[in-house]
């Protein structure tokens, strides 16, 4: 099955954007939807952003016009732009298949915004 490394996670101030990456491993990563969750401490792991294999997005309220989904399939990647970064938007970041998330997680990258 597919394995995921996150990365682009970092601190930021309110306001600030980042962008994270996540590259996978396994074969079927074209034929499958991807998704970002994002975890506090104390709380279940949320979907924030889907992308399926046709580039249909979907967004979570809560960030629906701050945060941009993209996949790349040749690279096997998947990518989310965030902007207009909220201290609510401080997380550990996964990406993993949608709708249906694998039970192996990677090591997500953490998201901190705060001035």
């Known amino acids: 099955q597919m394995q995921f490394v996150e990365s682009g996670g970092g601190l930021v101030q309110p306001g600030g954007s980042l962008r994270l990456s996540c590259v996978a491993s396994g074969s079927t990563f074209g034929h499958v939807g991807m998704g970002w969750y994002r975890q506090t401490p104390g709380n279940q792991r949320e979907k924030v952003a889907s992308?399926?294999?046709?580039?249909?997005?979907n967004y979570a309220d809560a960030v629906k016009g701050r945060f941009t989904i993209s996949r790349d399939d040749a690279r096997q990647t998947v990518s989310l732009a965030m902007s207009g970064l909220k201290p609510d938007d401080t997380a550990v970041y996964y990406c993993?298949?949608?709708?249906?998330?694998?039970?192996?997680w990677g090591q997500g990258t953490q998201v901190t915004v705060s001035s």
């Open positions: 993993n298949q949608t709708p249906f998330p694998l039970t192996s």
């Open positions: 992308i399926n294999t046709g580039g249909r997005t």
